[in-house]
């Protein structure tokens, strides 16, 4: 009996906290605004934000849902954003170039932005993606906000990604 009363607290605490950790969890793929001192982005729901990475981004999130690169499941879909120091944009330009198969670049000038969007085709370990970049300069610097979709999910999710795209603010 002494046991039992410590036990049915220790059981109710274990429930309590696996609901509050479900809870947590969930809210972690919510719409959300990101605002650091360099951009905002609005990262839309079904995406987790990455935090403490040490990929070398400014900012990382993928899709909940995953979808099929042969027998392997990977991320339906990817937003980031790069910053690249001491660069132009002719020369990231050309870079993506070389390594991707480009479909379209619109390039444009707002007030003393040089900026423009590109889109393209890539493969990454079998997978065939479909990349979107805004591409947005500040003085020597070139800021590429980036989301790639797996081509089968392309109509599903690609307006999604562009919305989140144009949301998109360099300071």
């Known amino acids: 009996m002494e046991l039992l009363i ?8 274990m429930i309590w906290a696996s609901t509050r950790i479900k809870k947590n969890a969930a809210a972690a793929f919510d719409a ?12 839309p ?5 990455v935090l403490n990475d040490d ?7 993928y899709s909940k849902e995953f979808g099929k690169v042969g027998n392997k499941d990977v991320r339906r879909a990817t937003i980031e954003i790069e910053k690249h120091a001491d660069t132009k944009l002719d020369t990231l330009k050309t870079q993506v170039e ?11 000038k707002d007030a003393d932005e ?3 969007w590109m889109y393209s085709k890539n493969i990454v370990d079998g997978g065939e993606y479909k990349v979107i970049r805004k591409l947005v300069t500040r003085g020597n610097t070139v800021w590429e906000v980036r989301g ?3 081509m089968d999910d392309q109509d599903d999710v690609s307006q999604e990604i562009e919305a989140v795209l144009e949301s998109a603010q360099v300071k």
């Open 98 to 108: 070389t390594a991707e198969e480009i479909e379209s670049f619109e390039a444009y």
């Open 148 to 150: 790639a979709v797996l």
């Open 55 to 61: 990929s070398g981004l400014a900012f990382r999130s």
């Open 114 to 116: 040089k900026a423009a």
């Open 32 to 43: 959300e605004t990101v605002d650091t001192e360099q951009f905002v982005i609005r990262k």
């Open 45 to 49: 729901e079904g995406f987790l934000h």
């Open 6 to 13: 410590p036990g049915l607290i220790l059981v109710a605490l």
